[in-house]
């Protein structure tokens, strides 16, 4: 059938002038691109889906419970139906595999086949439902030429979906006045089948009956979890309801949000051509939206085609950030300008007053004004040219976000924070103006320009006329950041006064309780019944070999008074061997500001360097474990608390130390680490070191390090994640540990994306296979120049290999398939890249792979295990490797294994 030319659905070709006539949702160039997208995955979307949409939808038609697996779940964080009849596991089951979906590539086949899958399983999968309903909706045409056509089919799945929901839950009907919190996991398929709705609605051209919808969400869910409310207010606006507008946006503040912000911008506008506020309103209005996202403007002014000649050139489309943003970049304006174009586009006039405002008394203020303006704090965007402070680079020509007010620069509370002199006397006229580059992705800090150089500065008149009056930048241009004061508590000081006693009955003490205002005794667990109450109660138990205080954001006792801890099993814990600390950044960060120099410490936690000195060289010959991790981004403030570290170096003489684990510590310099290393350890763990304020590591500060631990003859196992080690360093230290170290962990940077910072290679690994054919674990996660053929050399050279850790490297899974056809004793091996998810032929392809193992190998992705179908005896071999492999890693957490495999007779 002929149609008007549009884009080709196979090849991408302009000029298209044939159409899919099953699905009237595909365009065609020609027959041989319609078949070759036919064998590719088209004939499921065209032929296949209506199919299972016939037969769910008569399933669903003749549902009845009795068909289906329930079973008591209580009544907690349920549904009011699951708690009433049980939980269907079928629902479950297709729950599952609705989350591997939303993984999946936008749009592919294999995504849809998985929520085809989802429907087989549980045809009442509301969250099926509304995936399908998505995907007509946003992945079937994306360019949006069939957009009416798509969301009419996609309105069809969303009212399915809100049918199974309102069938499994009677309660949740239409004329439901009771909230159904977000918060519940349950609640969010149906939630998102109405929103779901609520756009199709919108673009189906039912605009009341999409506001009514939206309204009633709003209803539901108060908090708007979903965003509803930015919908809600571009749809009153288009329909002229300034009052239903102005009330929805009272019960949110617009300061923060870009959207929000400039939808009030529109709103007053629309206001004052009623007549019902003056024009003042407005230009408050467009001052707060500029200090939300300054850039918004200029990209609205390109949706009508205002643009300058000159503009900068950006067309890069918003959708290249995957939905991602950074709040007041240009990025998240120019997703604000497309998501709103329909809105801003009916009200030109609004953009033309917007700029007659931008230069409306010429493109710079007065120099005077200028500084002002810049000592203000404002978001003040300076287009000019411009050189770093010293003068020394070649001239810049750009926009930026510049000030001159201290405490609003991007980076003022770090230590190494440069505030230039000249800017604490007055300016005088004609000389030079330093401007900060409010950029977080810069390094240029501060820019020299003079006044003649700077071409422009927009809106600098509406930024002038309500800057003052703005309690965000009050007080001096010139003031340090507020640092976060710490309250003081009245907490008792600690003093030995002879034998402890119970609180309650007096008895000889056996427990010490760690509790928020105070450290009580107790002779029994009947005695301490009230502190144990507590969720995740700290306590010591006085005859113990093991000091252990694991702080973790769920205890709910929130002062960790490690100082009076550490003295009382000083004085009072005579059996101490093994020390197991953990403390999460909740205890330790400043409230606000994290490991950025802000602030002084956090009271909630109290650990001084003497104390922990002290400590450590009472039980200098008893000790025979050290563990103290941290959580992430505590890196400065422990620092503080331990003398730059300093106050660990009691445990290099500790004749019998054999286990010493530091994660997530900053040290000043390397020397600061290899002073803590005693020569007798077995086990040493240094995940996640930082080096230095930059928390980076020069290659001559890995080599420092290196040395010392070719040193540590007794080593088994040995762990340096996110240490930038190379194949070089590795070919150094292995020798010298004469092949008896068992574990090894030498996992790369998560999350960088950065190859320089991931340094091993192939040949690196090969070493580990050369120098220690015993090992039992290998992880070497995240380091992407890391791949087959190392992997392969393990499994050769490395008879008893238990663990390979391959995340994030480059390993396939054709590679997994190579390795496990190698004789070996593998039980676990992990690989696969971040956000990529396997096809079903690939998940095929591997549980081939691991029956030819008969079941041993257990698969892992960086989605977690990965789930087969395998034979009765092969999954008993399976969970009989998962046995071993979850008690391995729970030994791994055990301060007094040095080997986490011991006792499997490895």
């Known amino acids: 059938m002929k149609t008007s030319a549009r884009q080709c659905g196979w090849c991408g070709g302009e000029g298209s002038t044939m159409i899919c006539t099953k699905c009237r949702l595909v365009d065609y160039c020609g027959v041989e691109c319609q078949t070759q997208d036919w064998k590719a995955g088209h004939k499921i979307f065209c032929a296949k889906l209506p199919k299972a949409v016939k037969k769910a939808k008569e399933k669903i038609a003749s549902f009845s419970l009795s068909d289906y697996t329930t079973r008591n779940v209580g009544t907690f964080m349920v549904t009011e139906a699951e708690a009433r009849r049980g939980q269907i596991l079928e629902e479950r089951a297709a729950q599952d595999v609705c989350y591997d979906a939303m993984e999946m590539t936008k749009g592919s086949t294999e995504k849809l086949t998985e929520i085809l899958h989802a429907l087989g399983t549980f045809p009442l999968s509301t969250e099926a439902w509304g995936m399908l309903g998505h995907f007509y909706q946003f992945e079937v045409d994306p360019k949006g030429s069939r957009e009416k056509l798509c969301c009419a089919e996609a309105l069809k799945m969303h009212d399915t979906a809100i049918l199974c929901a309102r069938k499994l839950n009677p309660t949740w009907s239409d004329d439901r006045s009771d909230e159904l919190s977000w918060g519940e996991i349950e609640n969010r398929p149906y939630l998102r089948a109405l929103l779901g709705r609520a756009q199709c609605l919108k673009n189906t051209g039912k605009r009341d009956e999409a506001i009514r919808q939206a309204k009633k969400i709003m209803r539901l869910n108060p908090g708007d979890n979903q965003g509803v409310r930015k919908l809600l207010c571009s749809w009153f606006l288009e329909a002229r309801d300034t009052e239903g507008c ?32 003056v024009e003042n309103d407005v230009r408050l209005a467009l001052y707060t939206a500029i200090q939300t996202n300054p850039y918004v403007p200029d990209m609205l002014e390109r949706v009508h085609g205002f643009e300058d000649d000159d503009a900068d050139e950006d067309d890069e489309d918003s959708d290249s950030n995957d939905g991602y943003y950074s709040i007041g970049g240009s990025d998240e304006a120019k997703m604000y300008a497309k998501d709103s174009r329909k809105l801003w586009k009916k009200y030109h006039d609004a953009i033309s007053w917007m700029r007659s405002l931008k230069f409306s008394n010429g493109k710079i203020p007065e120099e005077s004004d200028l500084i002002d303006l810049l000592r203000s704090g404002v978001k003040l965007r300076v287009k000019c040219i411009h050189t770093d402070i010293a003068g020394s680079e070649g001239p810049i020509y750009s926009t930026f976000i510049g000030t001159q007010r201290r405490n609003a620069c991007i980076g003022c509370g770090l230590p190494d924070f440069y505030w230039p002199r000249q800017l604490n006397q007055p300016h005088q006229p004609a000389s030079d103006i330093l401007i900060h580059d409010n950029a977080f992705d810069t390094d240029k800090n501060w820019r020299r320009t003079d006044y003649v150089e700077i071409e422009e500065v927009p809106y600098w008149e509406i ?14 241009y010139r003031d340090e950041p507020k640092s976060w004061k710490s309250e003081e508590k009245d907490r008792p000081k600690y003093e030995n006064s002879g034998p402890l006693k119970c609180k309650e009955c007096g008895s000889a003490a056996k427990f010490g309780a760690l509790d928020n205002d105070s450290n009580d005794f107790y002779c029994s667990k009947s005695c301490m019944k009230n502190f144990l109450e507590e969720t995740a109660p700290l306590y010591l138990e006085l005859d113990s070999e093991t000091f252990k205080v694991h ?18 099993a000083r004085d009072y814990m005579p059996n101490l061997k093994y020390v197991d600390i953990f403390i999460n950044q909740s205890y330790i960060l400043p409230e606000t500001y994290g490991s950025f120099g802000l602030g002084g410490p956090n009271p909630n936690f109290v650990l001084s360097s003497h104390v922990l000195e002290q400590f450590l060289e009472s039980k200098s010959a008893d000790l025979v474990a050290f563990v103290f991790h941290l959580d992430d981004c505590c890196w400065e403030e422990i620092k503080a608390l331990t003398d730059r570290c300093r106050a660990f170096a009691p445990l290099a003489r500790m004749p019998n130390l054999k286990k010493l684990s530091l994660c997530n510590f900053g040290f000043d310099d390397v020397q600061t680490i290899t002073m803590c290393l005693n020569p007798g350890l077995e086990s040493l763990r240094l995940d996640h070191t930082a080096m230095g304020f930059e928390r980076e590591w020069s290659n001559s500060q890995v080599d420092a390090l290196i040395s010392k631990l070719s040193q540590l003859s007794h080593l088994v196992s040995l762990s340096l994640s996110d240490i930038p080690i190379t194949d070089t360093h590795v070919r150094r230290l292995l020798p010298r540990f004469n092949n008896q170290l068992k574990c090894l962990h030498l996992c790369g940077d998560w999350g960088y994306g950065d190859s320089s910072r991931c340094s091993l290679t192939n040949y690196g690994v090969k070493a580990i296979a050369e120098y220690c054919p015993s090992i039992l674990t290998v992880d070497v996660d995240y380091q992407d120049k890391v791949g087959f053929s190392g992997i392969l050399a393990l499994v050769q050279n490395c008879p008893n290999l238990l663990e390979i850790g391959a995340c994030g490297t480059s390993l396939g899974v054709e590679d997994v398939r190579s390795i496990l056809r190698v004789p070996n004793k593998l039980l676990n091996l992990s690989f696969g890249k971040i956000g990529h998810s396997h096809s079903s032929t690939e998940k095929v392809s591997l549980q081939n792979a691991v029956m030819s193992t008969k079941g041993r190998v257990v698969i892992c992705t960086m989605s977690g295990l990965m789930k087969m179908n395998l034979p009765p005896e092969h999954k ?31």
Not at 885 to 905: F, S, T, V
């Open 463 to 476: 930024l002038l006329q309500f800057y003052a009056d703005d309690e965000d930048y009050s007080g001096d």
């Open 551 to 568: 702080a973790t954001e769920e205890c709910s006792i929130r002062t960790i008074d490690l100082d009076h801890a550490l003295q009382v």
């Open 246 to 277: 102005t009330n929805l946006l009272r019960k949110f503040d617009t300061k923060d949000d870009a959207c929000l912000a400039y939808t009030d911008v529109l709103l007053q506008y629309l206001r004052w051509m009623k007549d019902d506020i």
């Open 876 to 906: 008993a071999n399976q969970d009989d490797s998962m046995a071993k492999i979850e008690r391995a890693h729970e030994q791994q957490r055990e301060p007094m294994l040095c080997n986490k495999w011991d006792g499997e007779g490895w």
